[in-house]
């Protein structure tokens, strides 16, 4: 932990701003493939790329309201954590996969519930479905890695992420310039560039030790790391889904989470142009916004979070009610199973329930002919089976969640 003798910031304009350094642009060294493409990245010429100011001795100073709706928020994250406690750590999956969902939507990749479950278990699907099941398990490797937030844990979320991806360097800093701007090829009059790569290190280690501070309030502690570590920009692809991994880590590190991973990202699908004009403000040295937005993000995802639970809970008592298995059996336990794990295979299922492979097709062709399941043979994948009423209400919750409220 830093030392506690934070210098502090007076008012909320003193965050420091970005500043800028010129950079020359040697387009030849970078060019990318095709004649067209080519031409444009080889053009030569001056840009500026972004310094960060090292933040690890700083005291964030956001406005009076956006400081109190981030405490709220912080009340709202550990009842929602607390009052359902050992309950809610069966659906912890399922709010797990809504949110890196939601994060990778916010990157533009959409797949439904049913597409990223399959995708999971290897059946043919689309690529977005992939994308976010490596996102998933991204974010199952920060929550892990939550009990030591270093230069290491997010170079591993990075490279859990990014495994298989050929044109980058999964769980490595880059070693060239990144960008964002219509222009692909080149960072000439881009909207952003970010650090020189040499300084990328330096300014990691700076973050975390800024993460590892307790003398700030976990949301805006979170907020303001989550704003740096976009700033700093440190991956060739994969920047925007890590930096919410690693906020999810940090949310499980101050206990704010100790459950389930709150969908803080599916509040930030309800004003994506909000998010990113915060990380703009951020930049120019106004650290309010990001906050706000973190605040906003989290009091939107606990209520949806909460219906999501309580629709879960609805079908699992309407389809208990209906079966009536017998207690301690393991029809029981499979129907809870495929509350929590709605597309699965047989062989899932009977390593859950703890019987033979053999025996358990028996229940689940009774649950099939009952409603309660459907099945399907996946083309050049397994036979999945599918409980169609949960698949249902998460792709009901990743709806509500684009809704500005």
Do not use: C
Not at 184 to 206: C, M, R, W
Not at 238 to 244: A, V
């Amino acid at each position: 932990m830093p030392s506690q003798s934070a210098k502090t910031s007076p008012s909320p304009a003193q965050w420091p701003a970005v500043t800028y350094e010129k950079q020359v642009w040697d387009g030849g060294k970078f060019a990318t493939s095709g004649t067209a493409a080519n031409r444009m990245s080889q053009q030569g010429g001056q840009y500026e790329s972004a310094v960060p100011p090292k933040i690890a001795d700083l005291h964030p100073r956001p406005g009076h309201d956006a400081e109190e709706l981030a405490r709220d928020a912080e009340a709202e994250l550990q009842s929602f954590d607390s009052d359902h406690g050992e309950k809610m750590r069966a659906f912890a999956p399922i709010l797990l996969r809504s949110e890196a969902a939601a994060s990778s939507q916010i990157g533009r990749l959409t797949a439904s519930a049913r597409q990223i479950f399959t995708a999971e278990l290897g059946g043919a699907n689309k690529r977005n479905a992939h994308e976010i099941v490596s996102n998933t398990r991204s974010m199952e490797r920060a929550i892990a890695l939550s009990d030591d937030i270093s230069d290491v844990t997010i170079r591993e979320m990075h490279h859990v992420l990014m495994k298989g991806e050929p044109h980058h360097t999964p769980g490595r800093y880059r070693d060239q310039p990144v960008w964002i701007g219509k222009n692909s090829s080149s960072p000439i009059g881009a909207t952003y560039v970010a650090p020189d790569h040499k300084i990328v290190p330096e300014l990691i280690h700076d973050l975390v030790l800024f993460s590892r501070r307790y003398d700030i309030s976990s949301l805006l502690l979170t907020a303001v790391a989550h704003a740096q570590f976009e700033t700093i920009h440190p991956f060739s692809d994969g920047n925007g889904r890590t930096g919410r991994a690693l906020a999810q880590s940090m949310l499980r590190h101050r206990r704010l989470t100790r459950n389930v991973a709150v969908p803080v990202s599916a509040g930030l699908l309800a004003d994506v142009d909000a998010y990113y004009q915060a990380l703009m403000d951020y930049r120019s040295g106004d650290i309010t916004p990001i906050v706000e937005i973190f605040a906003l993000a989290a009091l939107r995802a606990v209520p949806n979070g909460r219906q999501l639970l309580t629709e879960i809970e609805a079908i699992g008592e309407k389809w208990h009610g209906s079966i009536k298995p017998r207690a301690r059996s393991a029809k029981l336990r499979l129907l809870n199973y495929a509350l929590y794990r709605p597309v699965f295979t047989a062989e899932m299922a009977a390593k859950e329930v703890g019987v033979n492979p053999t025996n358990v097709y028996r229940d689940l062709r009774s649950f099939q002919e009952e409603g309660y399941l459907h099945v399907m043979k996946e083309y050049r994948g397994p036979t999945i089976w599918r409980q169609p009423e949960v698949l249902e209400a998460i792709d009901a919750f990743a709806a509500r969640v684009g809704r500005r409220i």
